[in-house]
Structure formats: C-alpha cells, structure tokens
C-alpha cells in the first residue's frame, strides 16, 4: 500500500495514577514522533489519580508544546477518560494510546494510507507482551456467543506471513491500548460507550457499532508495540 502524506494526528493518552508509567512508556512515543512529519498533538487526560501523576505531567507539558493535559473533576473510569480527550481534540486522526505501552521508533509511519479509503474506520496494531515480547495483539477475529461478540482470538503476523494472503488485513476490531480512528467517524459514534465499565468491552463496542454504518477497521502488522498490560486499568 502506497503511502499518502501523513495526516494530522491527535494522540489521546488516558491516565491513572500513571506517575511511573509516564516517564518510562512516554519516551518511546515521542521518538517515534520525531519520524513523524504531520501535525499532531498529545492530549493526556488525568482521571483523579491519586499519585503525583499531576507533577509528572506537567514537567512533560513544559518540555513538549505539543503536549496538553487536562484533569478530570471527578474520576470518569476508561472510557469516560478518553470521551474527554476525544471531545479536546483537533485533528483528523485519533491515536489511542495507554500509559503502559513503548512503541517503535517507525509506529506513525504506515497508519495514514488507510484513511484515503472514505470506508475506513480504524487501523488496528501489532502487539506483544513488555516483558517476555511473546505476541499479543493481532489481527481479531468474533464470533457470537449468548446474543454477544467475543473477541479473544487473534491471527498473528507469523500466520499472516505463512498463509501468504496479500494485504490489507480486515479486522474485527480494534485493540484499545494502541490503535487509529478517523475523528469524524468516532465523534459520530460519540465516541466509547460509558455504560460499558470498567474496562474490556468498551472498544469491541465501538467496533461493531462502526461496523453496522459499513465502517471497516484494519490491521497494520508494521506498527509495532509492547503492553506491559494491565498496569494502567483502573
């Protein structure tokens, strides 16, 4: 797939009582930015932690203009949080991204070709586990179960390589630790459903929800990160 001129992007971090996570997983995201030619901004949304997040913050806002944090007045959960970023942001594409995640110094540089397609929703992401790099997050395959879709089966890019189908890859779904949403789509969905909470459910949500309007989500094997999962759930 050929690539256009990157898209402007607005980076969506949600935050709980993040203040080692920040310092770790943030320099990773700005050194792919640096391979990144477009416009962006970060948006890092506070949901009352009850850490020093708020110090850590705003000593990387004060070395990075392009970063932004705003604190939420009362604790949201997931997908309150990231509905808050969701609404601050300018730009053409969201990029979700947790707290607890290092990504490649390449990750921006295949994501904004998909969006020339008017039909596309999302673009999905490689995976892998922080600590022992064994794969993660792949291509996500659903199937039905008592009246709902389960996701928790994934295509790995091994299996992609020897099946030897040509991409682009459909998806079923995103995964929301680190994936790309058209802006406009996602505000027409408003964004991630609140009701579903904590957390687990809210992106297969908005996934079928994109799906049923013929939204289609699509999985780039290229962008590549490591999730030290669960350590910025709340």
Request: glycine share 6%; charged share 20%.
């Amino acid at each position: 797939m050929s690539e256009s001129v990157p898209k402007s992007l607005s980076i969506i971090i949600p935050n709980y009582n993040g203040e080692e996570l920040l310092p770790k997983f943030m320099p990773s995201l700005f050194r792919a930015l640096e391979n990144h030619s477009g416009k962006y901004e970060i948006i890092i949304v506070d949901d009352q932690s009850k850490d020093k997040s708020r110090e850590v913050m705003q000593a990387i806002a004060a070395n990075h203009a392009a970063v932004k944090i705003i604190f939420n007045p009362k604790n949201l959960g997931f997908s309150g949080t990231c509905n808050v970023g969701i609404r601050t942001a300018q730009y053409e594409i969201l990029f979700f991204f947790n707290n607890d995640v290092e990504i490649k110094e390449d990750y921006f540089q295949y994501y904004s070709s998909y969006f020339d397609k008017a039909a596309t929703f999302a673009v999905t992401t490689c995976g892998y586990y922080y600590d022992s790099h064994k794969p993660l997050d792949g291509i996500k395959k659903a199937y039905w179960r008592r009246g709902l879709p389960r996701v928790n089966n994934n295509i790995f890019n091994p299996q992609i390589e020897q099946s030897q189908v040509k991409p682009p890859y459909l998806s079923f779904s995103v995964q929301g630790a680190y994936f790309f949403a058209d802006a406009v789509k996602v505000q027409q969905l408003e964004g991630f459903d609140e009701i579903i909470s904590p957390y687990i459910w809210e992106e297969t949500d908005l996934s079928y929800r994109a799906s049923k309007r013929g939204w289609l989500t699509y999985y780039e094997p290229r962008c590549v990160g490591y999730h030290m999962q669960n350590y910025s759930i709340y």
